[in-house]
């Protein structure tokens, strides 16, 4: 479905080129409820960001963009750092978080991104990976085994609906952030 989405929000922009989106795909579903795959997959959901983030930076020529991916950046330090700190809390000791192959492939695909592309392509993969990330977080506050884990995605929650709010009204605007 997550795929559907970003599928969708590209004919949605008016997509006037060949360019494939590929967001990166949803956490596993024991992510909702049990603590490590919680932590590694949030882990993982905020290295996406940051990464695609800087790239932003790089790449992208609106200001708006710009903004909202150092926001990405600074926000999802954070998150993970927060998580982290529960996952310890909680007595677990996860690794640093990583990319899987999904994930890489949507990096991959904003780095070889023309610069004509990269508005719509950073804000087509931000909306659905929003959009799982908020499903993760809001499941496992509902339903984790580990308190700690559980606050923390509480805390995550209203993070990460106020960057799906702006993006949806970057795409609402002209596709691109010059619309917020």
């Given at each position: 479905?997550?795929?559907?989405?970003?599928?969708?929000?590209?004919l949605?922009?008016?997509?006037?080129?060949?360019?494939?989106?590929?967001?990166?795909?949803p956490?596993?579903?024991?992510?909702?409820?049990?603590?490590?795959?919680?932590?590694?997959a949030?882990?993982?959901?905020?290295?996406y960001?940051?990464?695609?983030?800087?790239?932003?930076?790089?790449?992208?020529?609106?200001?708006?963009?710009?903004?909202f991916?150092?926001?990405?950046?600074?926000?999802?330090?954070?998150?993970?750092?927060?998580?982290?700190?529960?996952?310890?809390?909680?007595?677990?000791?996860?690794?640093?978080?990583?990319?899987?192959?999904?994930?890489?492939?949507?990096?991959?695909?904003?780095?070889?991104?023309?610069?004509?592309?990269?508005?719509?392509?950073?804000?087509g993969?931000?909306?659905?990976?929003?959009?799982a990330?908020?499903?993760?977080?809001?499941?496992?506050?509902?339903?984790?085994?580990?308190?700690?884990?559980?606050?923390?995605?509480?805390?995550?929650?209203?993070?990460?609906?106020?960057?799906?709010?702006?993006?949806?009204?970057?795409?609402?605007?002209?596709?691109?952030?010059?619309?917020?």
């Amino acid at each position: 479905m997550i795929r559907y989405t970003g599928i969708a929000l590209a004919l949605a922009l008016g997509t006037t080129s060949a360019v494939a989106q590929t967001p990166p795909p949803p956490p596993p579903s024991e992510a909702k409820v049990s603590a490590m795959p919680y932590v590694m997959a949030a882990g993982m959901s905020d290295l996406y960001e940051i990464n695609s983030s800087q790239i932003a930076l790089e790449k992208s020529r609106d200001p708006a963009v710009r903004r909202f991916a150092q926001m990405m950046i600074d926000h999802h330090q954070k998150t993970t750092a927060a998580t982290m700190k529960a996952a310890q809390k909680a007595g677990l000791t996860p690794t640093p978080p990583a990319l899987g192959a999904g994930a890489t492939a949507s990096i991959n695909e904003l780095q070889t991104a023309s610069a004509a592309d990269f508005d719509r392509l950073y804000i087509g993969q931000q909306l659905p990976a929003h959009q799982a990330a908020l499903d993760l977080h809001k499941s496992y506050a509902a339903n984790g085994e580990e308190a700690a884990l559980k606050a923390s995605a509480r805390s995550a929650v209203p993070i990460v609906q106020q960057h799906l709010a702006m993006l949806q009204k970057m795409q609402a605007g002209t596709g691109t952030a010059s619309g917020m």
